[in-house]
């Protein structure tokens, strides 16, 4: 959010000094971000029907619900520092201030479950459509590999909930995400303004083709659907120093790997092999179209990292990162 006040004082400058004035008294008058820990039931209630999902709640079941947020930050902390070797601040906070019971909806009924965020036991929940918000000591996982800055562009392919993009437009300048499914990006793009994220842009399209109108390209791209391939373009949309994080396998098949790509000063694409995963796949032009010659490009693949895991001790940690829901599972 940093880079949007920047952004407002550069032009104002620019522009003279009354402008100033006029563009402080417009950013002091909007409602700041939702945060989590602060946010009050009206307030959650208002939000969701702004979103165009109204829900019915009393206010002793939404005290139930943040009464299990402590315990769910204390998990995603503890998996962190046991996989990653520590949690990264700006990761906790974002998953802080980003109130999941939000983004528990499924769509396809029309019906609000907020009564299943923070479960003592992670995994996906199904949002309709096929599609689903991932767990979210996965989502924890992919977060912090993908080392998100303060004056970083993103791209998400796969919107899904919302979460995850509304994850990182809380420590990233501007945040992009693109779901294929119609019905339901039409209606996720409707959740981030209720909560004050205007550093989030949605789109309905196939994210084989990226988003190639952002001028400059993305410093990180994070692709939340299985793909059989990295698919070129996505290469091509990558700033140099940039990361991409991509589940690759087959559809609906164990033994899908999450790869990081990283793009050094040169252009030249640099490749590892991290954990096993499982993940609905990406439709679209990625189920049509056979591997182009050219989809990996100047790739230097060292040996394959073995996966990491967690001290044995923890006997509740996921064989997988994240993991697609068992309905979508199915032949």
Request: aromatic share 10%; hydrophobic share 40%.
């Amino acid at each position: 959010m940093a880079g949007s006040a920047f952004d407002l004082t550069r032009r104002a400058a620019l522009l003279g000094a009354p402008l100033l004035g006029a563009l402080g008294m417009a950013r002091a008058s909007r409602a700041a971000p939702v945060n989590a820990e602060s946010w009050t039931h009206e307030e959650f209630v208002a939000a969701m029907r702004r979103s165009g999902r109204p829900i019915e709640q009393s206010a002793a079941e939404f005290a139930a619900i943040q009464g299990r947020r402590a315990a769910y930050l204390a998990r995603i902390e503890q998996y962190l520092r046991a996989r990653l070797g520590g949690a990264d601040p700006a990761v906790m906070a974002a998953f802080r201030a980003v109130p999941r019971e939000y983004f528990h909806y499924n769509y396809a009924e029309r019906r609000a479950t907020p009564g299943d965020s923070y479960e003592s036991e992670p995994k996906p929940w199904a949002l309709g459509y096929g599609s689903a918000l991932s767990d979210y000591l996965g989502q924890a996982y992919m977060t912090q590999i993908c080392k998100p800055q303060a004056g970083d562009t993103t791209l998400e392919i796969g919107t899904g909930s919302g979460f995850q993009s509304s994850l990182l437009s809380r420590i990233v300048h501007r945040a992009y995400s693109i779901e294929i499914i119609e019905p339901l990006g039409h209606a996720v793009d409707r959740v981030f303004a209720p909560l004050g994220y205007d550093n989030v842009e949605g789109r309905v399209g196939d994210g084989y083709f990226g988003w190639p109108e952002v001028k400059g390209g993305f410093d990180i791209i994070i692709v939340t659907c299985a793909a059989q391939y990295a698919p070129p373009e996505l290469f091509r949309q990558l700033k140099p120093g940039g990361r991409m994080i991509i589940p690759i396998g087959q559809p609906f098949k164990r033994g899908q790997v999450l790869y990081v790509y990283t793009k050094d000063d040169d252009g030249k694409v640099h490749s590892r092999r991290d954990v096993g995963v499982f993940f609905i796949p990406m439709t679209g032009t990625m189920m049509d179209k056979p591997k182009p010659a050219d989809a990996v490009v100047s790739i230097r693949a060292p040996a394959p990292a073995a996966p990491a895991s967690l001290p044995a001790a923890d006997a509740s940690a996921p064989d997988t990162v994240p993991t697609a829901p068992a309905e979508a599972a199915k032949p």
